[in-house]
Each structure stands twice: as structure tokens, then as C-alpha cells.
């Protein structure tokens, strides 16, 4: 079994688990864990160029987007 996210193309939305019993989604992560175990999981390794997500967060703060509402602004 591969992986639905691996499946998807760039920006593709996921199936949404929240319509699947409890049972479905418990057989899912099952059939998932037994194609790629936790410990696997945990061998994962950010790529030397990756950017600070939280340099990200507070750079995107400080820009702002103009077709958002802002709290700091009046409306």
C-alpha cells in the first residue's frame, strides 16, 4: 500500500479522513504503519538549505498581505 499523500500532486488537497468511521481510519493507519513503521519515520532529516520555519512565520507577519483583514488596522 503507497501512501495517499504520495499519490497526490503538488497542492492537491487529501481525501478527507473526518467521513470514515473510526474503524476505517484505524485500519488505514495500520496498512500505512506497516508499509512505513514510526521508527522509519523518525529517521527523517531536514535538507541542509531548509529555511527556519519560524523565520518564515515572522517574515510573512511582518509583510503582511493586503487582501487580508489585520487586526492592527482600522476597519
Do not use: Y
Request: proline share 11%.
Amino acid at each position: 500500500m503507497t501512501s495517499a499523500m504520495a499519490e497526490l500532486p503538488p497542492g492537491a488537497v487529501p481525501a478527507q479522513t473526518h467521513i470514515q468511521s473510526i474503524d476505517e481510519r484505524a485500519s488505514r493507519g495500520r496498512a500505512l504503519r506497516a508499509h512505513q513503521p514510526r521508527e522509519q519515520q523518525a529517521t527523517w532529516k531536514a535538507p541542509a538549505n531548509r529555511r527556519n520555519p519560524i523565520e518564515i512565520l515572522i517574515e510573512q507577519g511582518e509583510r503582511g498581505c493586503p487582501t487580508c483583514c489585520r487586526c492592527d488596522t482600522p476597519a
